[in-house]
């Protein structure tokens, strides 16, 4: 498969992830979240993906939303940068959904990139080229060696009310068929709390930017 396009995987709940509905999928297996572990912040935005060549939600043909015009915009001006068959994938945060953001860092938040051989960059690499491409990151909450800590650093550093869950991951690169068992997400309880009637109107509520 090609690194250029190809729809962000499906990623599974942790098991003991309160928002997890009937038509999610959880990883048993945690053996595979060994080694250093990276925690960030699961944002309430948009899934987007930048290539060199297109822009792209989580379904390939799905054009450019409303909420999605500055992310667009910002694409258009990092497009160059981006190394043939590379996905930088990340949340578009323009839009206000269920959470209201008042200082965010930019409108396009990078979580994973993926280059050519369709692997996903170990975080440090993935922070190296978002800085490089001037894309702010996710937040990071916790890094380190113990699963359990890694557990409770979403809980010690943010406030349920105003954050939607975090994501655990290896710090290291994994391979696509890798995926599904070193990058896992907790969500909250209900985490979608936003009508789907306001991706039909012109005048959604937008996020706080620093």
């Not at 990151?137 to 699963?147: A, D, E, I, T």
């Not at 943010?158 to 391979?175: L, M, N, T, W, Y």
């Amino acid at each position: 498969m090609s690194g250029q396009v190809g729809k962000y995987p499906r990623t599974f709940h942790l098991p003991d992830s309160p928002g997890a509905t009937n038509d999610d999928r959880i990883q048993h297996d945690l053996s595979w979240l060994d080694g250093e572990l990276v925690v960030t912040e699961k944002l309430d935005g948009g899934n987007l993906t930048f290539t060199r060549d297109t822009m792209y939600a989580r379904s390939l043909d799905s054009g450019t939303q409303p909420w999605d015009v500055p992310a667009k915009a910002l694409w258009a001006m990092t497009a160059y940068r981006i190394p043939d068959d590379w996905r930088v994938c990340g949340e578009s945060m323009w839009a206000r959904r269920s959470i209201a953001y008042t200082e965010l860092p930019g409108v396009f938040m990078v979580f994973g990139i993926w280059d050519e051989t369709n692997t996903l960059l170990g975080w440090d690499d993935t922070v190296d080229w978002a800085t490089r491409l001037e894309l702010p990151v996710v937040p990071v909450l916790y890094r380190g060696l113990s699963l359990s800590e890694a557990r409770a650093a979403w809980a010690l550093r943010c406030d349920p009310g105003e954050s939607e869950g975090f994501v655990v991951r290896s710090a290291g690169r994994i391979p696509a068929d890798e995926f599904t068992l070193k990058l896992l997400k907790w969500v909250r309880p209900e985490h979608v709390r936003t009508e789907a009637s306001w991706r039909h109107r012109d005048d959604f509520a937008v996020n706080g930017f620093a």
